[in-house]
């Protein structure tokens, strides 16, 4: 059928009520601490850091209440992140967001969820993440000038073709560009703290003179600074999409989080203060590559070396975001969720194409028609919706279902504030300056109505559904998969 119903094995030994219904499985416990604080700061540090500050600073208006955002995005990410490590000790399965989502709340809003974070959150990520590339691969061929946006999309979809590429042709070739890209990104964010530490050193600090002089204090402009600086921060819940395969999860997830955040935070809080003290705020919020501008200010003949190194930077997050993009995809098919087609993979590459060429689809659609900072904002609006849903259902189980057994207790406070940063900055931005594609984007989360009562609350398959799922699988060679229980 073209859509799957997800089989059930109940157990005796269910950890909790929550789990009751799941299959159960035992997935290689193999990712300990460093292995956990390697992933989130690798995950987190992507392309943001070199797109995101010019826009922090816009919205805010001063260098001193820019860095506040940027410190208070780092605070909210480690409690969001807190929070998950108690959801990740309650319900221990991989699968994020939708995983508690579904187990909390139901089928209904974890099909909302999926549907909405495989057509349009994840191709928003890699269009965002693919855009800061394209902007940083083309900048050295326009120097003194903006690129071309008609250059800059290009650049953009042809790096997506080539991920799609890669990924769909080798997943060994993918986790190496992985791990050779992240050296790149760590050796252009300590090029640029150890200058900004130079210039410092020097008595450049003209920028930080009346620092918060012409702050901007409306109540949806400071959202929309969240959003752009909050996306930096994005992966701080990764973590979580890999539960089961964590040695020890109830000391791991805690601990990695109390590690890896607080050192992304400091970083991104450096970088920040050398490109203001290489540039001045309106230098800052001219320049449409800032990390090319700081190049070129402080590194002269060598400032290639920064675009080089953020290009292949960004290139190797997109891979990331490319490569552990099908995770949702499968787990929401395995519950009949989706649509068969997308958790298959190729029957020789044991890649998982059909979810890497819808999401390379829906990605080169946003691509071509908005620009970075819409799509951050689009991205960064329904994230947050489904983060406070998650956050609310960690505030109903330690209320209602205080006896469920925990490992780990995160300070009801914490998720409390989460909870209301979450509503703030969903509804900030809608009161303050509402916006046409806000509703289009709250319409589209509730057109899966029309698809979840026919096709899986009633269980309604049309026979050309199934017809379209033998043909894609004979043309894409693919077949089923299951989940590895060893």
Same mark, same amino acid.
């Given at each position: ?169 080798? #997943?060994? %070739?993918?986790?190496?560009? @992985? ?7 760590? +050796?252009? /964010? &300590? !090029?640029? *703290? ?56 109830? #000391?791991? %997830?805690?601990?990695?989080? @109390? ?7 400091? +970083?991104? /809080? &450096? !970088?920040? *203060? ?63 969720? @989706? ?10 590459? &044991? ?136």
């Amino acid at each position: 059928s073209a859509m799957r119903k997800r089989k059930t094995a109940d157990s005796p030994h269910s950890s909790t009520d929550l789990s009751e219904g799941k299959e159960k499985l035992r997935l290689k416990q193999e990712v300990g601490l460093i292995s956990g604080v390697s992933l989130i700061a690798g995950t987190m540090i992507g392309s943001g850091i070199f797109m995101s500050p010019e826009w922090v600073l816009h919205h805010m208006g001063s260098p001193a209440s820019s860095l506040l955002i940027w410190a208070a995005c780092g605070l909210l990410a480690t409690f969001g992140a807190l929070s998950y490590a108690e959801l990740g000790t309650i319900i221990k399965e991989s699968g994020g967001e939708y995983i508690y989502i579904l187990r909390i709340f139901g089928s209904f809003p974890a099909f909302l969820f999926a549907y909405t974070s495989v057509i349009l959150v994840r191709p928003a990520g890699l269009a965002a993440v693919c855009l800061s590339f394209a902007e940083y691969a083309v900048a050295p061929f326009y120097p003194g000038c903006s690129s071309p946006q008609v250059v800059v999309k290009c650049t953009a979809a042809a790096c997506i073709l080539l991920l799609t590429i890669i990924n769909c042709l080798n #997943v060994r %070739l993918a986790t190496s560009i @992985m791990n050779i890209f992240t050296a790149a990104k760590l +050796l252009a /964010l &300590l !090029v640029i *703290v150890v200058g900004g530490l130079v210039l410092l050193a020097k008595g450049q600090t003209q920028s930080f003179q009346n620092a918060f002089q012409n702050t901007t204090a409306g109540v949806g402009t400071v959202g929309v600074a969240f959003y752009q600086g909050l996306w930096s921060y994005d992966g701080w819940n990764n973590l979580n999409y890999v539960t089961e395969e964590l040695k020890k999860p109830e #000391v791991t %997830l805690p601990r990695a989080v @109390m590690i890896a955040i607080p050192l992304v935070t400091c +970083l991104y /809080l &450096l !970088v920040n *203060v050398s490109y203001l003290a290489a540039m001045t705020p309106s230098e800052l919020l001219s320049s449409r590559a800032v990390a090319v501008t700081w190049g070129d200010k402080v590194l002269g003949s060598w400032a290639w070396l920064i675009s080089l190194s953020v290009a292949l930077s960004t290139f190797g997050s997109s891979n990331g975001t490319f490569f552990s993009g099908g995770r949702v995809c499968y787990i929401a098919a395995t519950e009949g969720h @989706m649509p068969d087609i997308l958790s298959m993979a190729h029957v020789r590459r &044991l890649t998982p194409s059909p979810a890497l060429l819808f999401t390379s689809a829906m990605s080169l659609i946003m691509i071509m028609s908005r620009s970075f900072t819409s799509i951050v904002n689009f991205f960064s609006f329904i994230a947050w919706l489904f983060y406070g849903m998650t956050i609310s259902g960690l505030l109903y189980l330690k209320i209602k279902k205080p006896e469920l057994p925990r490992s780990y207790k995160v300070p009801i406070i914490i998720p409390i504030i989460v909870l209301m940063a979450a509503v703030y900055l969903v509804l900030a931005p809608i009161i303050d300056q509402p916006q046409t594609e806000i509703l289009y984007i709250v319409l589209f989360i509730f057109s899966g109505i029309i698809l979840y009562f026919p096709l899986v609350r009633f269980k309604c398959h049309p026979r050309f559904l199934q017809r379209v799922t033998l043909h894609l699988q004979l043309f894409l060679e693919v077949a089923p998969t299951t989940r590895d229980a060893n």
